[in-house]
């Protein structure tokens, strides 16, 4: 049974930062690519990075450029994201995903989601 585990989510003041990992099981994924997601209170569920499986090709949401950082351990069929300088509006549960393709209709596996709150 394959099962995507979020952790390092919580709560962070406005400018600080946080690391997401997202752990896999039954099976590897080493040729996927793997993303993360993320959906606040009211809204849909909003793309944010993916990366393809080599590690050597990333996509960001605009707004997460330059702020977001989204890379991969296959060794440990792993999946992290360095989220620096957070903002309030950034609050929201974050979602890991991994599938086929690359970009924002990547993935078809998903994890359950760690909350990230951001204090003002």
């Known amino acids: 049974q394959v099962q995507l585990v979020e952790s390092g989510g919580g709560l962070v003041q406005a400018g600080g930062s946080l690391r997401l990992s997202c752990a896999a099981s039954g099976r590897h994924f080493s040729n996927y690519v793997r993303g993360w997601f993320r959906q606040a209170p009211g809204k849909g569920r909003e793309f944010v990075a993916a990366i393809n499986g080599k590690g050597d090709s990333t996509d960001y949401a605009d707004s997460m450029k330059g702020r977001f950082t989204i890379s991969r351990d296959n060794a440990k069929n792993t999946v992290y994201l360095q989220m620096n300088s957070l903002k309030p509006e950034y609050a929201a549960v974050y979602y890991c995903?991994?599938?086929?393709?690359?970009?924002?209709?990547?993935?078809?596996?998903w994890g359950q989601g760690t909350q990230v709150t951001v204090s003002s």
């Open positions: 995903a991994a599938g086929p393709l690359m970009g924002r209709r990547c993935c078809n596996y």
